[in-house]
């Protein structure tokens, strides 16, 4: 299993955000990804927030080892010519480090940013449907021309190419059945924060069983694709289920029992928010970089 953390974009860079990203390299994290989000929730709503693509490219330049990503890009206010060329350029200075997690977007935070109404769930994944497969192309293919029904390109270039090659990995976050088949025909991996109504009122218990459903609606996705399921990765981005929220993971016992459990899913990545002060994510520093360093040893998974 692996290790990683989600940054919140929400500290000048020369005031702690640069030591955050270079904190996150020295203690081994697999990957540190940031939301690609416009605005977040309450408490962050009205506090600082940085663009992704920026910060990644600012934290390209001062680690070297360590992935990057977004966790995730949405439709909400990307389109995939414009953003299939951001992510050439983020994956060429980042010298091949980068994930892209991308996922339908909600109805909230930054749906409506642009001026537009909030869509509806179903123009939602129709959009997302035809997102995916169109920057797929734009990532692949030297020269892409496309006239969908929601997105458009016209001999739009995107040369050298990534450098991951074919292009640069997908984690694709879903839980439907349509988002579950994208995942399986475009993802390297599939991304999840478990389930809506386990999380909201749910027990560990319930979580549990919630996301082995979506585990094996995930496998049987990847069945009618004609793809074996262990070819993507299984992410779980924690703080969200009841058995990960703040207070859940208060030792390394209990960090150690929450990772052997979704082990035993098939998740081979856990991702952890970087702790920040009178939030949801308030986790003690000291026990953060312990859970970094010892947790999955712990657990018997390092």
């Known amino acids: 299993m692996r290790l990683?953390?989600?940054?919140?974009?929400?500290?000048?860079?020369?005031?702690?955000?640069?030591?955050?990203?270079?904190?996150?390299?020295?203690?081994?994290?697999?990957?540190?990804?940031?939301?690609?989000?416009?605005?977040?929730?309450?408490?962050?709503?009205?506090?600082?927030?940085?663009?992704?693509?920026?910060?990644?490219?600012?934290?390209?330049?001062?680690t070297e080892r360590i992935r990057l990503g977004t966790m995730v890009t949405s439709p909400n206010f990307r389109h995939p010519v414009t953003l299939a060329k951001e992510l050439v350029s983020l994956d060429d200075l980042s010298g091949g480090r980068l994930t892209l997690g991308i996922g339908a977007g909600g109805s909230g935070f930054?749906?409506?940013?642009?001026?537009?109404?909030?869509?509806?769930?179903?123009?939602r994944a129709d959009r997302f449907a035809e997102?995916?497969?169109?920057?797929?192309?734009?990532l692949t293919e030297d020269e892409v021309t496309h006239g969908g029904a929601h997105y458009a390109a016209h001999e739009a270039r995107n040369l050298p190419g990534c450098v991951q090659r074919p292009r640069l990995p997908f984690a694709v976050a879903a839980t439907?059945?349509?988002?579950?088949?994208?995942?399986?025909r475009h993802g390297q991996a599939?991304?999840?924060?478990?389930?809506g109504a386990a999380n909201s009122s749910g027990s560990a218990a319930d979580s549990h069983t919630a996301l082995a459903r979506q585990a094996?609606?995930?496998?049987?996705?990847?069945?009618?694709?004609?793809?074996?399921?262990?070819?993507?990765?299984?992410?779980?981005?924690?703080?969200?289920?009841?058995?990960?929220?703040?207070?859940?993971?208060?030792?390394?016992?209990?960090?150690?029992?929450?990772?052997?459990?979704?082990?035993?899913?098939?998740?081979?990545?856990?991702?952890?928010?970087?702790?920040?002060?009178?939030?949801?994510f308030a986790l003690s520093p000291s026990l953060f970089e312990r859970l970094a360093t010892e947790g999955l040893s712990r657990a018997g998974l390092a």
């Open 110 to 123: 930054d749906a409506t940013a642009l001026g537009q109404e909030p869509w509806t769930p179903r123009e």
């Open 216 to 280: 094996a609606r995930m496998e049987k996705a990847c069945a009618e694709e004609g793809r074996d399921p262990a070819e993507l990765d299984r992410i779980l981005l924690t703080g969200f289920t009841p058995d990960s929220t703040e207070g859940a993971l208060d030792s390394l016992d209990a960090f150690a029992d929450f990772a052997a459990r979704h082990a035993e899913l098939g998740f081979d990545e856990l991702v952890l928010h970087w702790p920040i002060p009178d939030t949801r």
């Open 131 to 138: 997102f995916v497969p169109l920057l797929d192309r734009l």
């Open 4 to 62: 990683s953390t989600c940054i919140l974009p929400v500290d000048r860079w020369h005031e702690g955000g640069r030591d955050t990203w270079r904190r996150a390299e020295e203690l081994g994290f697999h990957a540190a990804y940031t939301y690609d989000h416009l605005t977040w929730r309450v408490p962050f709503r009205d506090g600082p927030w940085f663009g992704a693509v920026p910060t990644l490219t600012a934290a390209a330049g001062v």
């Open 190 to 195: 599939w991304l999840t924060t478990g389930d």
């Open 176 to 184: 439907g059945p349509r988002g579950l088949r994208l995942a399986a």
